[in-house]
């Protein structure tokens, strides 16, 4: 099965812009999705597809894609937005199949 | 608003069995997969698969074939995720998630259920 990588750990500074990457061989032929998680929650959707957010994701969440990459892009993070973002996608073996990357934790400085 | 409401944290000894439930509301609970998703405590997520609610199609994650099952009672807008004997390896927070109706994302999750297996 396929993998996605994801750094660790990202900081940024308040109000300043942050992209979180996610590789993968599976996300040329898919697109990734990207979640939040806050600790003690369950992740929630932030974006998914060709950069669409759910109702009620702030605007200063986006996504991109090139390759082998898709990136979660936060444009003048907050606070608030300190959490672990984990990307997914399908699996080239199967629908059935995703896979998560392992996730980023994000430090709003 | 579609929910998916978790059954409650669970203290198991190992050897012991489990099945947990993931309840669907506001929406048609039978034309949607839902995949179970399970995070060790301080860790990722990880894909256990997921069963279609209309038919009880269940295909898994070659890591948790075996050692789960995916059911689903329709009369009752109700899957579960069980096991039959309990290792202190699957203490774990399991989520479980609707697949949305294009089959390309998770787009509902549950609050997630707490499993503790120790002796």
């Known amino acids: 099965s396929s993998e996605l990588t994801q750094d660790p750990a990202v900081s940024v500074a308040l109000g300043q812009t942050v992209r979180i990457t996610c590789q993968g061989d599976s996300l040329r032929n898919f697109f990734a999705s990207w979640f939040q998680q806050k600790p003690g929650q369950a992740p929630i959707l932030v974006i998914y597809g060709d950069n669409n957010r759910p109702s009620g994701i702030p605007d200063r969440f986006s996504g991109s894609s090139s390759g082998n990459t898709s990136s979660l892009t936060i444009t003048g993070a907050q606070a608030e937005d300190e959490a672990d973002y984990y990307c997914?996608?399908?699996?080239?073996?199967?629908?059935?199949?995703?896979?998560f990357g392992g996730g980023t934790k994000l430090t709003v400085l | 608003e579609v929910q998916l409401l978790q059954s409650g944290a669970e203290v198991k000894k190992p050897g012991e069995s489990l099945k947990m439930s993931c309840r669907g509301s506001?929406?048609?609970?039978?034309?949607?997969?839902i995949a179970w998703v399970r995070q060790i405590p301080g860790k990722g997520l990880e894909w256990m698969g997921i069963i279609y609610a209309g038919d009880s199609d269940a295909r898994y994650s070659p890591s948790f074939q075996g050692q789960v099952t995916f059911s689903v009672d329709k009369s009752i807008n109700t899957a579960y995720l069980q096991w039959s004997s309990l290792k202190a390896s699957d203490t774990a927070i399991y989520y479980c998630?609707?697949?949305?109706?294009?089959?390309?994302?998770?787009?509902?999750w549950g609050q997630g259920t707490l499993v503790t297996v120790s002796s």
């Open positions: 506001e929406y048609i609970f039978t034309a949607y997969w």
């Open positions: 998630a609707r697949l949305s109706a294009d089959l390309s994302l998770l787009d509902y």
């Open positions: 997914n996608s399908r699996d080239n073996s199967g629908f059935h199949l995703r896979i």
